[in-house]
């Protein structure tokens, strides 16, 4: 064997024990550690899985709601206001996102002018709330709300008075599944009864 060869097979021999001295220093992992990291992992990922799919149950709900207030009542004949109106309703939202819902309630109150006329109507509306309450933004809570409304007077018309509605408003979430909300808004009804009603309500709001 030539002195080349020795040199190579000396070195290769000095990598190689020095390979298994690194691997042998190395502490090796118990079994269970191997595992509970495994485990750990695993949890993880599901835990991942369930917040998703929770955040995709989330974007769509159903709710309740329940509110009621006072309006100024403005004919279209006459330049002055001349009468109030006080009304409470009832209503289903359905939920479209966390941004969009639409509602449809019914409301039943009572017209002032000289005597207490009963009324009764609906309101069919879209809802937008840009924010939702956990945003930390100063917008978060507010609303506004567009919808088309009918309302009739007993005792004095026979027929209804169609109109369009709008609202701003601001909710608060009192707890998870329960809002406070608070809005100022604005009917304009036509037909023989024409007129403006502009008032606040004040309304509590849940979804499922």
Request: net charge neutral; proline share 4%; glycine share 14%.
């Amino acid at each position: 064997m030539s002195l080349r060869h020795a040199v190579a097979a000396s070195l290769m021999l000095g990598l190689s024990l020095a390979a298994g001295e690194a691997q042998a220093g190395e502490p090796e992992r118990p079994a269970s550690e191997l595992t509970q990291s495994s485990s750990a992992n695993d949890q993880e990922g599901a835990e991942e899985g369930m917040g998703s799919e929770g955040q995709r149950a989330r974007l769509f709900g159903l709710g309740v709601f329940t509110r009621g207030g006072m309006a100024a009542y403005r004919s279209m004949g006459c330049a002055c206001i001349d009468r109030k109106t006080w009304r409470a309703g009832l209503g289903a939202r359905l939920h479209v996102g966390p941004y969009l819902a639409a509602e449809i309630g019914v409301t039943v109150g009572m017209m002032m002018l000289g005597g207490n006329f009963p009324l009764n109507g609906w309101e069919v509306a879209a809802r937008w709330q840009p924010a939702p309450h956990a945003d930390a933004r100063a917008v978060a809570g507010l609303y506004t709300r567009l919808g088309y409304t009918s309302m009739q007077v007993m005792g004095m018309r026979s027929v209804g008075a169609p109109g369009v509605s709008a609202a701003l408003g601001w909710s608060m979430q009192l707890v998870p599944m329960l809002s406070l909300e608070v809005e100022a808004g604005a009917q304009r009804h036509f037909g023989a009864m024409a007129h403006w009603q502009l008032g606040g309500q004040l309304g509590l709001a849940t979804r499922f």
